[in-house]
């Protein structure tokens, strides 16, 4: 059974930071790219940064220079330093798994909130 399992999320005031974390089981960890989402209320779900089998990143242009995405294949475990936070990033963050197994594979985890507001 495959779980991914954020953690991390809750409430901090403008400026500041929080790391989210993903825990997955289940799956070859250090085969699939690991992504984070995030889905804002009334918007649609958008990729905030990415990190490949090898290490590469790439990052939304609304989080450069704010985020570091990182994964530690030992754990099983991809990560999302955010710092800087503003109101705009407010918003459930999702992990995501993705792989070409034979088939393709596509997996979400359930979601983390975050909300930075005074």
């Known amino acids: 059974q495959v779980q991914l399992v954020e953690s991390g999320g809750g409430l901090v005031q403008p400026g500041g930071s929080l790391r989210l974390s993903c825990a997955a089981s289940?799956?070859?960890?250090?085969?699939?790219?690991m992504n984070w989402y995030r889905q804002a209320p009334g918007k649609q779900r958008e990729l905030v940064a990415r990190?490949?089998?090898?290490?590469?990143?790439n990052y939304a242009d609304s989080v450069k220079g704010r985020f570091t995405i990182s994964r530690d294949n030992a754990k099983n475990t991809v990560y999302l330093q955010m710092n800087s936070l503003g109101p705009e990033d407010t918003a459930v963050y999702y992990c995501?798994?993705?792989?070409?197994?034979?088939?393709?594979?596509?997996?979400w985890g359930q979601g983390t909130q975050v909300t930075v507001s005074t």
């Open positions: 995501n798994a993705v792989a070409k197994v034979g088939s393709d594979r596509n997996y």
């Open positions: 990190i490949t089998v090898s290490g590469s990143t």
């Open positions: 289940g799956i070859l960890f250090g085969i699939y790219t």
